[in-house]
C-alpha cells in the first residue's frame, strides 16, 4: 500500500478507519460516536467547547496555529521569503501564505 503524499495543509479525512482491527467505514464510526455523545450528555454531563489542545488557553479559531507557524518557518526558509509577521495574521492568511510558498517551493524542485 502506497501512501499520499503532499504538503501537511492539504491531508483529508480517510474514507475508512481501524476499529478494534476492522475497517469501519468513516461515516459510520462518526454517527456512532455522534451517538454515544448525545446518550452521555442526556445522562445529565455537560460538554465544554473545545477545538484545540492548546495547554496555554484558547486564542480562538482564527488565531494562527503552532503548526502553521512551524510551517510558515519552514517554507520561508525554503523559499528564503522574509517572515511575515504572524502575530498580524489570522488563519486564513497564515493558510493561503503557506499554500503560496509550498506552490512556490515545488515550481522551484
Same mark, same amino acid.
Given at each position: 500500500? *502506497?501512501? =499520499?503524499?503532499?504538503?501537511? !495543509? #492539504?491531508? *483529508?479525512?480517510?474514507?475508512? $478507519?481501524?476499529?478494534?482491527? &476492522? &475497517?469501519?467505514?468513516?461515516?459510520? @464510526? $462518526?454517527?456512532?460516536?455522534? #451517538?454515544?455523545? +448525545? ?8 460538554? =465544554?467547547?473545545? !477545538?484545540? *489542545? ?7 479559531? !482564527? +488565531?494562527? =496555529?503552532? /503548526? ?8 520561508? +526558509? ?10 498580524? $495574521?489570522?488563519?486564513? @492568511? #497564515? &493558510?493561503?501564505?503557506? /499554500?503560496?510558498?509550498?506552490? @512556490?517551493? $515545488?515550481?522551484? !524542485?
Amino acid at each position: 500500500m *502506497s501512501a =499520499t503524499w503532499g504538503p501537511p !495543509h #492539504a491531508y *483529508s479525512l480517510p474514507k475508512l $478507519m481501524h476499529d478494534k482491527g &476492522q &475497517q469501519v467505514p468513516l461515516e459510520s @464510526e $462518526m454517527r456512532r460516536r455522534m #451517538a454515544e455523545h +448525545a446518550e452521555f450528555l442526556e445522562n445529565g454531563a455537560t460538554a =465544554t467547547p473545545q !477545538h484545540c *489542545s492548546r495547554a496555554e488557553g484558547c486564542l480562538g479559531p !482564527h +488565531a494562527v =496555529t503552532a /503548526k502553521q507557524k512551524k510551517l510558515i518557518e519552514l517554507y520561508g +526558509a525554503l523559499t528564503m521569503a522574509p517572515q511575515p509577521d504572524v502575530a498580524s $495574521m489570522g488563519f486564513v @492568511e #497564515a &493558510q493561503d501564505w503557506t /499554500k503560496a510558498r509550498y506552490a @512556490e517551493y $515545488m515550481a522551484q !524542485h
